[in-house]
């Protein structure tokens, strides 16, 4: 049986990308010996930071 985990991960998310997308991401995972898993939780990790900082900008514009 596996190694029950502190945090365990059950949604399972698929999406289309394109050839050149494919490409992309298998660089970043070679350059980052990271899954596409951890390469999408950093990115939407990024999005999110990001996305946040530009609503607070508008804010205060």
């Keep these: ?18 050839d050149e997308e494919r490409s992309h991401l298998e660089s970043l995972m070679n350059k980052t010996h990271k899954s596409v898993s951890d390469v999408m939780r950093e990115a939407m990790d990024y999005f999110t930071a990001h996305y946040d900082q530009g609503a607070m900008d508008r804010k205060a514009a």
Excluded: F
């Design 1 to 18: 049986m596996g190694r029950m985990r502190e945090n365990p991960r059950y949604n399972v998310i698929s999406m289309r990308i394109s």
